[in-house]
């Protein structure tokens, strides 16, 4: 009898367990159809794309492809310096007569064809590169390609507020292609960036960061002494950019130039890791204005009137006897379109082209915006009268140590240096 009691107990297990099957194939068949690939596959998992392979084999095909296009970009110096007669006299404190004392010197940066025609090539770098210093005289400019080939090269035009030259040779068998420009509205934080040039005289080095930041500014100063320049909308990348590797191509890992490497953030100040690079989309409009003005220009292209703006605090509106948002004016250049148009320290900007404006970089922007050569229309504040005036927006000039501030109220500080707008 025992053995045909368990017999059933089996029997019913077993149609359950078939029955339970089928009802699990049931619902899988009608929930996951959602998640399943054609023909109730199971989905395929996606990768990220590779493109051509891991970063690194993308950066070494970066590389490979680009290096070939920049050079080396010696150049020869020729100048006088004043050396004291008796050394030993100025050390303790002494005056002592100098003399004059020929020198020469030899300076090197780097820089990439940026188009070729035969055997002709136009070559980008910095301005600062192919510059002399303290008003030395250049005695000659040597490219040298990669592999070996030596040129004369000639500077073509150059532009100091924008520090990017061009230097032309000719008569080069089997020139390298040019290098391909990326649109640098397109940049993101964090893609790798390639820095590739002649640091310090090596020969064909690499650098690798990323890109860090956009639109910094940043002060540098000449190499003519005493001045300084205002450079605005640079590049931030951590590859390291040192002596040598100045004018040389910044890439992307397709081999596109995304900048022109410039300067490192000052060492000095406890700044690692700190690269600043010239935008592409910034070296295209430039070498356009090169290609059509041959010789050395000061300007920057950029919108300037003249200005140091404040944007109106309650404090500020206190010693000024304003009540309501605006931009005060700090200082004004003498002779500048704004001293010109009859602004004048203490005066609020209320309006540019008709647009209300809180902050001093709202009026910045739209300085900038205008073309040299253009208006702006400004609706003024001056001492409770209100007036429309229009300003001729002219050309920033490269060097601070150009502008001299006309006035300045002497209860209000710049919130602006003056070469800003």
Known sequence: MKNFRIFPTLVVGLIGAIV???????????????????????????????????????????????????????????????????????????????????????????????????????????????????????????????????????????????????????????????????????????????????????KESVSLGVVSGFNRDETIGTESGGGEIQFKGLLQTSAPINPGNSGGPLIDVQGRLIGVNQSTANPQAGAQGIGFAIPANTVKEQVALLEKTPGTRQGTNAGFIGAALQTVTPDVGVQLNYKGKGVAIAQVVSGGPADQAGLQPGDVITKVNGTDVATNEEVIKAIRATKPGGTVAMQIWSSGVKKLVNVKVAERPAEAAMLMPQQQPPQQQPGTDPTSP
């Open 20 to 202: 339970g099957s089928f009802s699990m194939m049931l619902f899988a068949s009608t929930h996951f159809v959602g998640i399943a690939g054609p023909g109730n596959t199971p989905p395929a998992v996606s990768a990220a794309p590779l493109s051509g392979g891991s970063d690194q084999d993308r950066i070494i095909g970066a590389v490979k492809r680009v290096a070939p296009s920049v050079v080396a970009i010696n150049v020869s110096v020729n100048g006088q310096q004043m050396v004291p007669s008796d050394p030993f006299a100025q050390f303790f404190g002494q005056q002592s007569p100098g003399r004059v004392q020929r020198f020469k010197a030899r300076a090197s940066g780097s820089g990439f064809i940026y188009s070729r025609s035969g055997d002709s090539a136009t070559i980008v770098t910095n301005a600062h590169v192919v510059r002399p210093p303290n008003g030395a005289a250049i005695s000659g400019i040597q490219v040298v390609f990669q592999n070996g080939t030596h040129a004369t090269g000639t500077v073509y035009s150059e532009n100091i507020g924008a520090d990017l030259a061009l230097v032309k040779v000719s008569g080069v068998k089997d020139l390298p292609p040019p290098v391909e420009i990326a649109d640098s509205n397109k940049l993101q934080a964090g893609q790798w960036a390639i820095a590739i040039g002649e640091p310090f005289e090596l």
